[in-house]
């Protein structure tokens, strides 16, 4: 797998990391003569020292949001969506992310695209010199979201995963996990509907329309197949199909899981194993389902019940463990090595992160593996059978065709 995104093959040069440009700045800021801060910004505002360059990928009805999840002390400079294209009303636009990402006054991006251009975007950026505020959900197949979090590391970069779900999470259960001390948990979580699964099925026959003169088409296509365009396949409903999210599974489960991945230690690991229950899918429009079930390892197990298809799940009962049920599990001399070790940092919001250049609550390893949950659940409806996934190695086990959903093919010249 290649390590860099392009379009033409070629590796980026663009740029210089916020760290050089720092650097810089402070040396010839030793010649200048210092002002009160009262005196450059209005109260309660950052001064111009501060203040950081911001840029807004995918201007739809979620965008606005998200860039604000960037913090208060960002200036938005520019905004970039593929449906900008002859926009006439005497401001600047982009409909390509990579004229966004050449500027050096952009130090921070905010990703609110389809899924399908998330983990494209993330890395080039990262790979740009910026740091990330990406919607959920983060990618659209597995290996995707490997490849963000290998350049997180590789770039230096922050990143964050727009939910902020794990923030409330009970850090002295994490902490219980964390500790290695039980070697096998009882805990079944079993979610019951939440899930959007018809409000979020694509359309199996649907008539071909004129793309809008104001869209650019192919660039919202991307990396997916360039299909003949039907208002279903933009906008919200995009959802409803393979070529650019998961249904409504994966637009509401990074929501609803990332808690769970924080309290329960789920940040380094995946369910091994799968069992998924739902009718044939169709290869192209998402569809109904049942329910799945997800077994990691340790014994752990989660439970997707859609309420909305079949009988309802009744293999295994919730059994939630509160502080105490863990507690009650270990042994009086565990207790006391538990109660020895250090609580768990609080998590960093992306303004924290960047400020203090260390990892995100939400950072893209967190999140990749909060990802991977519900992407195994849509492998295991879409190849209609119980499958064994590695956590190590981040394959399906002995199945090749379901493999080709974990790492699956790009449209050229697009690729991670």
């Not at 002859?86 to 050449?102: C, I, M, P, Q, S």
């Not at 995963?161 to 290695?180: A, H, L, P, Q």
């Not at 899930?195 to 660039?219: A, I, T």
């Not at 003949?228 to 393979?242: L, S």
Request: glycine residues 10%; positive net charge; hydrophobic residues 35%.
């Amino acid at each position: 797998m290649a390590n860099d995104v392009s379009r033409d093959g070629e590796r980026s040069q663009r740029g210089v990391s916020r760290r050089r440009f720092l650097a810089g700045s402070a040396a010839a800021a030793a010649t200048l003569t210092i002002v009160p801060r009262h005196t450059i910004a209005k109260a309660q505002q950052p001064p111009p020292s501060e203040t950081l360059g911001g840029a807004l990928i995918g201007c739809g009805g979620q965008g606005e949001g998200t860039f604000r999840g960037l913090g208060p002390n960002v200036k938005r400079l520019a905004s970039c969506d593929v449906k900008y294209k002859n926009r006439a009303d005497g401001k600047t636009y982009y409909t390509d992310f990579r004229h966004v990402l050449e500027r050096k006054d952009i130090d921070v991006v905010a990703i609110a695209t389809p899924p399908g251009w998330h983990a494209l975007i993330s890395i080039a950026a990262m790979e740009a010199g910026k740091d990330v505020l990406c919607e959920k959900p983060m990618t659209r197949f597995i290996a995707e979201g490997r490849a963000v979090a290998d350049a997180e590391r590789r770039y230096g970069r922050i990143y964050q995963i727009g939910t902020y779900g794990r923030f409330g999470g009970n850090r002295r259960i994490r902490k219980t996990f964390d500790s290695g001390l039980l070697a096998k948990v009882d805990t079944v979580i079993v979610q019951r509907g939440g899930k959007k699964v018809k409000e979020w099925s694509g359309k199996v026959r649907y008539d071909v329309r004129p793309v809008p003169e104001n869209l650019d088409w192919d660039m919202y296509c991307g990396p997916a197949p360039l299909r003949p365009y039907q208002p279903h396949r933009f906008g919200g409903t995009h959802r409803g199909y393979w070529d650019y999210e998961g249904g409504g599974l994966a637009d509401m489960s990074h929501h609803q899981l990332d808690r769970l991945a924080y309290e329960y230690a789920r940040d380094a690991t995946a369910p091994v194993e799968v069992t998924p229950h739902a009718p044939p899918q169709h290869p192209e429009a998402v569809g109904l389902w049942g329910w799945c079930e997800l077994k990691y390892a340790d014994g752990f197990t989660l439970v997707f019940d859609s309420a909305e298809w079949g009988k309802p799940y009744d293999r295994l009962r919730d059994r939630r463990t509160s502080e105490a049920d863990i507690r009650g599990l270990l042994s009086e001399e565990d207790r006391k090595k538990l109660d020895a070790l250090p609580d768990p940092p609080p998590l960093l919001s992306f303004a924290e992160a960047v400020k203090a250049r260390k990892p995100a609550g939400g950072n893209a390893e967190a999140s990749h593996r909060v990802a991977t949950i519900y992407h195994l659940a849509n492998v295991a409806f879409r190849v209609g059978r119980p499958i064994r996934f590695d956590p190590t190695t981040e394959r399906i086990v002995d199945d090749e065709f379901a493999n080709r959903l974990i790492d699956q093919p790009m449209r050229a010249p697009w690729r991670i």
